[in-house]
């Protein structure tokens, strides 16, 4: 069992930054790949970045790529997305999700075992 809490959504002006993280529970997370997902109103969840158990590999939406760098901290149990150059259009409650699978990492949303509880990012045009 992997409980993951979000932190660091909020409130920016278009062309700011903010770090999300994701903290997880469990001895197993250095196994897992992880990933972040969004939802915007209306609209499905998207991943927008993925990472393998290692950090080797990860995996951008086209959209962000450029914009957003994921990485995570095996030792601390952490995931982070810093999401630069924020556009309105990012504006959505933010997920990370766990993969029991660990390589490689995933894109849609049945890959993941583990789902954190989601923060609000509101970028303002």
């Known amino acids: 069992q992997v409980q993951l809490v979000e932190s660091g959504g909020g409130l920016v002006q278009a062309g700011g930054s903010l770090r999300l993280s994701c903290a997880a529970s469990?001895?197993?997370?250095?196994?897992?790949?992880m990933g972040w997902f969004r939802q915007a109103p209306g609209k499905e969840r998207e991943c927008v970045a993925a990472?393998?158990?290692?950090?080797?590999?990860?995996y951008y939406k086209n959209s962000v790529k450029g914009r957003f760098t994921i990485s995570r901290d095996n030792a601390k149990n952490t995931v982070y997305l810093q999401m630069n150059s924020l556009k309105p259009e990012d504006t959505a409650v933010y997920y990370c999700?766990?993969?029991?699978?660990?390589?490689?990492?995933?894109?849609?949303?049945?890959?993941?075992?583990?789902w954190g509880q989601g923060t609000q990012v509101t970028v303002s045009s």
């Open positions: 999700a766990a993969d029991r699978t660990g390589f490689p990492p995933r894109i849609t949303l049945g890959a993941y075992d583990y």
């Open positions: 469990g001895r197993t997370f250095s196994s897992y790949a």
């Open positions: 990472i393998s158990r290692s950090g080797g590999t990860t």
